[in-house]
T-cell receptor, first 116, second 115 residues
């Protein structure tokens, strides 16, 4: 069964510092991977997705993630944090690779705080 | 354009009551998913529809949970005889097609509190 592990339930950075949110997946086949962001009292918004094209994926708001098969990782980065980046971030993998279903399996989330 | 909407946004129920949660997906979206998000956790899959057909309900935690999408658009998640452990945010998501890599668009969720 596929699963996602997010290391660190809470990450705090200073404004302007590098953001690194970690995600490792467990999958017997190459997965589709996603990063979603959730602001308080709002639904999840897609930041970026990996679908077996380029291993370095660029998303919205300056975020990017690199798929590393050898490390089974899909870490999310942003060179310079902004106060507006404070939110909860979820890594997810699809439940059925290549199938017609596509329900997402989420990690437990990482709450990002940005200090002025 | 309109996104996914859910109603009510907040629901308080007494233990044992039945509740119905509504999801209006983006018009034309074929796939519809329900997820349950407990406090401090990531969303967990409940059930999946492709048009009006419920193709997977493996995530429903008990037979008290029932979902329908009779005309292939609006969906309702019903919980009978609510229990305290049902307290969570229920998220609905829709997707244009049924492929695994298509983006799912999420609604704001319904926060259910069972007293």
């Amino acid at each position: 069964a596929q699963s996602v592990t997010q290391l660190g339930s809470h990450v705090s950075v200073s404004e302007g510092a590098l953001v690194l949110l970690r995600c490792n997946y467990s999958s017997s086949v190459p997965p589709y991977l996603f990063w979603y962001v959730q602001y308080p009292n709002q639904g999840l918004q897609l930041l970026l997705k990996y679908t077996s094209a380029a291993t370095l994926v660029k998303g919205i708001n300056g975020f990017e993630a690199e798929f590393k098969k050898s490390e089974t990782s899909f870490h999310l980065t942003k060179p310079s944090a902004h106060m507006s980046d404070a939110a909860e971030y979820f890594c997810a993998v699809t439940g059925n690779y290549g199938g017609s279903q596509g329900n997402l399996i989420f990690g437990k989330g990482t709450k990002l705080s940005v200090k002025p | 354009g309109a996104g996914v909407s859910q109603s009510p946004r907040y629901k308080v129920a007494k233990r044992g009551q039945d509740v119905a949660l509504r999801c209006d997906p983006i018009s034309g979206h074929v796939s519809l998913f329900w997820y349950q998000q407990a406090l401090g956790q990531g969303p967990e899959f409940l059930t999946y529809f492709q048009n009006e057909a419920q193709l997977d309900k493996s995530g429903l935690p008990s037979d008290r949970f029932f979902a329908e999408r009779p005309e292939g658009s609006v969906s309702t998640l019903k919980i009978q005889r609510t229990q305290q452990e049902d307290s969570a945010v229920y998220l609905c998501a829709s997707s244009l097609a049924e492929s695994s890599y298509n983006e799912q668009f999420f609604g704001p969720g319904t926060r259910l509190t069972v007293l």
